[in-house]
């Protein structure tokens, strides 16, 4: 009972340290002044706090494991296999990124053939033409449109005369080598013409990584908001178990000692009744609290990525810190400087753009320049073929034009309007993204400065119930008091000091998604 006389002090302090992370919790308030930062900063959290009277913790299971906001948030980033889909997406976009810098590259080509022809050469002859040729080429497609080769090929050709009704006359054999020696090259100037076209999809792969790696830190600041968000839950509902087992105790002591009064005749059959009755109410209270518990439990091994068959017993054992609040022009100059959840917007609208300015790309005329220096030797050795390929005796020159008009422009004008109609939709996604934002930051910065008064305000009503509890006792231990007040004084006692820890813990998941708003939650992710 001796806890039901203490006089306990609440005291809020308030201090800004924006860059303490993973502020430890003791049972004994700090100091006015701010801690030193950790010296591994992992997470942003606020530094003020408000110290309690001493209770007693609450009684976890056997088998409860306590766990505290650091080891939650690391476990959950290393579990979570949405968070792991996430950081393999971008792997992906960085793998499509390299694809797309090798989009280029130079091509060997190696091929061989035989054809065999028959034709007449006049009304007394037959020529039948066989032919070997093997060649190799390689080739190159320019980011900028140029498509560029080099060609070399050799053949053997055979060519037979057969003289036709002239019995006895052999067929003559002629056989022979040739080398041809070419340089082509191509170039686009309407269609596929400069790196605007060329070098789209590395752009858009690097947007897409961009877009990836704002995914990714977006998921890590969401799961370390929802973390947080589930552990001071699964705390509030320790405490909410240890307030009932508290006021349990205490109904049940109340409760014998009116039955003892009841056995001396100093107290009448029905108050005792009352009691009873406060000790009924408080079990059922604290039935449905330890359901809550293992609620919250079950939700923070969710959000570390348990196994469900694997599934542990988690009870709090860090104490909620709230910190001061950051003012509105704070939230609105982190939003707009780097915001995470805008950041991802932001590149769609980029990535929008893009594909706008090449839409409709493969549907327009094309006009392309093409020509070729080509020289070729004969000879009936392979040897002496080649070299009269070099000497450039018998070499040729062409130039060239090819026009080509789609006669309906329908697809192209479809697509370049769809594109454009996408980034209009993207503008329009990042705006009413933006407004959101801005006005939850808004509705934020007001629910953390009333927590912040209503926890003053809390912590004052608890002292004051405290007092008022034990003042109904000692009147009613003295006679002086009914059975009926000493009930009520426990209720009001009981509910002031649930209502101070759930304004404690309103303020700081209020904190937490005001961080993970303006993307100081998890600096380093």
Known sequence: MSNLRHRGLVVLVVAWAPELAWAQATPVAPPPTPPPPAASTALSTPSATVSAPPESPAKPGPNAEPIDTRTAVRRALAASPSLIATKLGVDQARQDVLAQEGNYPYVFQADAGHSRAYAPADASRTTATRSYTIGTALRRTFPFGTAAEVRLEGERFEDEFAPRGLPGVDTVNGTGYGTTARISVTQPLLRGFGTRVGESGLRTARLDHAASEKAKRRAVSALARDVLLAYWDLWLADESVRIDQTALELAKAQEQQAEGQR?????????????????????????????????????????????????????????????????????????????????????????????????????????????????????????????????????TVHVGAVYQLPLDSTQRNAQKHSALIAVRIAEQNLKALRNSIATDAQQAVRVARSAEERLVLAARAVTIAEKSHEAARERFELGGGIALDVRTAEENLQQARLTLARTRIVLIQTQIGMRHLAGTLVPNS
């Open 263 to 395: 056995a001396s005749g100093a107290l009448a059959p029905a108050d005792v009744y009352g009691f009873s009755t406060r000790v009924a109410n408080v079990e059922d209270g604290l039935i449905v609290a330890l359901a809550t518990r293992e609620e919250r439990s079950l939700e923070l091994n969710r959000l570390m990525g348990v196994e469900p068959g694997a599934t542990r017993e988690f009870f709090a054992s860090e104490s909620p810190v709230p910190g001061v609040s950051p003012t509105w022009r704070d939230v609105d100059a982190a939003l707009r400087a780097d915001s995470i959840e805008l950041a991802e917007a932001e590149v769609q609208v980029k990535l929008a753009r893009e594909r706008a300015e090449t839409a409709g790309e493969s549907s327009r005329a094309s006009l392309d320049l093409e020509g070729y220096v080509q020289t070729h030797g004969e000879s009936q050795e392979p040897i002496a073929s080649a070299r009269r390929a070099g000497e450039f005796d018998w070499f």
